[in-house]
């Protein structure tokens, strides 16, 4: 499913090249070891899946602590989907919420989220939740270097509101 969602989301925002590659034994790979342990993303990343009433996943949420960040911010979400026909139906918000609700179940209380600069999408997405842009970078994809903007909740809780 990310590896879907990514050539619907990103078609345009990221090359091709990128798209085209080998996303999907990268995503394969991933997901075998962050379902296999606690700790597939981070050192105790986990994801939320949203499900339809067939039980085909639609969305998801992978999260857990901050990678490599110097902001002081003690969680993040590192990816955040929801398939394109279940756009505005909320699924979104309830993926965000549902995070914020483990992580600070965990005592984490800071929230920061990478977006690629370009996908404004998204972008229109975080900032009506509240997340707001405290930093600009470039990451590396597939070989490609793509411009990131970082937002933040400082204060995760209010997610929930």
């Keep these: 499913m990310q590896t879907d969602g ?55 949420s992978a999260y857990g602590p901050v990678r490599g960040s110097s902001w ?27 995070t914020a609700k483990s992580l600070l179940d965990q005592h984490r209380r800071s929230l920061l989220l990478w977006a690629l600069e370009d996908n404004h999408k998204a972008r229109a997405f975080y900032e009506r939740i509240g997340g707001r842009v405290i930093d600009r970078e470039a990451h590396n994809f597939g070989g490609v270097w793509l411009p990131e903007v970082a937002y933040e909740w400082p204060n995760m809780a209010s997610l929930l509101e």
């Excluded at 999907?24 to 050192?43: I, V």
């Excluded at 993040?76 to 394109?84: D, G, N, P």
């Excluded at 026909?85 to 965000?96: I, M, N, T, Y």
């Design 6 to 60: 990514w050539r619907d989301s990103f078609r345009g925002v990221m090359p091709d090249s990128v798209l085209d590659g080998p996303l999907l034994e990268e995503h394969r790979t991933l997901w075998r070891r962050m379902l296999a342990s606690r700790g597939g993303f981070g050192d105790d990343g986990h994801p939320w899946l949203a499900v339809d009433s067939a039980g085909r996943v639609i969305g998801f």
């Design 72 to 98: 002081g911010h003690d969680a993040e979400i590192y990816a955040l989907y929801v398939e394109t026909d279940w756009h505005g139906h909320g699924l979104g918000r309830a993926l965000v919420q549902q």
